[in-house]
């Protein structure tokens, strides 16, 4: 994060708030290893609050000259155009993610929009805000292929897939997360909505041990699978993926869709593909969703992976 790079950001940050969006979006994505010497910087516009994310440690340095460059942001013309309110700084290398708020009065939620749905967010507190944005075409795909069906969303954290299939008009979605508090979250985000949550249901349970609460809801017509590639104790994505797609041909419908997602860099689309040929060999893969081009990354295969498979009719 030298000078140079550092101009680099300051120059794309100003072109990006003289048209600032709508909606909530990515506006610079270093780990997309696009811009040397910004690979681990990340900058969101979450209407109204630019979010700053360092995804390893800068030298003291290089930390004060950010700070400048951001602040200094602050008093240009484009940051009153763009009607921002507060600028963060989060240090996601250190243990729990402390944020710095460098302007405006901190406060804990903040509302944002995407393809017209309404979130809330956690500000400053969390490591993550609520609302990965990277997978914002996702969710636009899920709003279309909703309609009439019963969708499973599997580690839901805080039910985006939820929202977005409610509002495409699915007749039911489960969403399943150990973390309770997420799911809270997630009927905030449903309510924000003016959604029927008779038609939507919460379990907040470990997936492993849960498998029976699962089917009885089912068979599912659409099932989702986001999982982290690593949660303590509960999910190695490497070593625990596999238990679940061999699960998928109890759990859909005989003309069943998966949308099965990872966001690991290193590793790419095939560890799916070969996967679900594998372990649920009665589906098949009809394709890669695209990423938001905010998200380009340098290898096609670094960024967010959305795979869809279709349930084939046995042969007769």
């Given at each position: 994060m030298?000078a140079?790079?550092?101009?680099?950001?300051?120059q794309?940050l100003r072109?990006?708030?003289?048209?600032?969006?709508?909606e909530?979006?990515?506006?610079f994505?270093?780990?997309?290893?696009r811009?040397?010497g910004?690979?681990?910087?990340?900058v969101?516009?979450?209407?109204g609050v630019?979010?700053?994310?360092?995804?390893?440690a800068?030298?003291?340095?290089?930390l004060?000259?950010l700070?400048?460059?951001l602040?200094?942001l602050?008093q240009?013309p484009?940051?009153?155009h763009a009607?921002?309110?507060?600028?963060?700084?989060?240090?996601?290398?250190?243990?729990?993610s402390?944020t710095?708020?460098?302007?405006?009065?901190?406060?804990?939620?903040?509302?944002?929009?995407?393809h017209?749905?309404?979130?809330?967010?956690?500000?400053?507190?969390?490591?993550?805000?609520?609302?990965f944005?990277d997978?914002?075409?996702?969710?636009?795909w899920?709003q279309?292929q909703?309609?009439?069906?019963?969708?499973?969303?599997?580690?839901a954290?805080?039910?985006?897939f939820?929202?977005a299939?409610?509002?495409?008009?699915?007749?039911h979605?489960?969403?399943l997360d150990?973390?309770?508090?997420?799911l809270?979250?997630?009927?905030d985000?449903?309510?924000?909505n003016?959604?029927?949550?008779d038609?939507?249901?919460f379990?907040?349970?470990?997936?492993?041990k849960?498998?029976?609460k699962?089917?009885?809801?089912?068979p599912?017509?659409?099932?989702?699978?986001?999982?982290?590639?690593?949660?303590?104790?509960?999910?190695?994505?490497?070593?625990?993926y596999q238990?679940?797609l061999?699960?998928?041909?109890?759990?859909l419908?005989?003309?069943?869709?998966?949308l099965?997602?990872?966001?690991?860099p290193?590793i790419?689309?095939?560890f799916?593909?070969?996967?679900?040929?594998?372990?649920?060999?009665s589906?098949r893969f009809?394709q890669?969703l695209?990423n938001?081009?905010?998200f380009?990354?340098?290898r096609?295969?670094?960024?967010?992976?959305a795979?869809v498979?279709?349930?084939?009719p046995?042969?007769a």
């Open positions: 030298n140079p790079a550092l101009a680099t950001l300051d794309h072109v990006a708030l003289s048209t600032a969006p709508a909530a979006r990515r506006l994505h270093g780990r997309g290893r811009w040397e910004l690979e681990q910087i990340t969101d516009w979450l209407q630019l979010l700053v994310s360092l995804f390893s800068p030298s003291e340095t290089q004060l000259a700070q400048r460059l602040m200094a602050t240009a484009v940051w009153q009607q921002a309110q507060a600028l963060l700084l989060q240090h996601r290398y250190l243990p729990d402390p710095q708020w460098l302007l405006g009065e901190p406060v804990d939620e903040w509302l944002v929009t995407e017209g749905l309404r979130f809330k967010l956690d500000l400053g507190k969390k490591q993550n805000t609520g609302l944005l997978m914002r075409y996702g969710r636009r899920v279309a909703a309609q009439g069906k019963r969708v499973l969303n599997l580690f954290y805080t039910c985006g939820s929202v299939a409610l509002a495409g008009g699915a007749a979605v489960v969403n150990m973390a309770k508090a997420a809270s979250r997630g009927r985000n449903h309510r924000l003016q959604h029927d949550l038609r939507v249901s379990l907040g349970h470990e997936l492993f849960s498998w029976s699962v089917r009885k809801y089912g599912y017509d659409l099932i989702i699978i986001d999982p982290p590639s690593f949660q303590k104790g509960s999910f190695v994505l490497t070593q625990d238990k679940v061999r699960r998928l041909p109890e759990l419908s005989a003309q069943g869709t998966v099965a997602c990872t966001n690991d290193a790419g689309p095939d799916l593909i070969q996967g679900v040929a594998n372990e649920a060999p589906l009809q890669r695209d938001p081009p905010e380009a990354d340098s096609p295969d670094g960024g967010l992976k795979l498979f279709t349930r084939q046995p042969q």
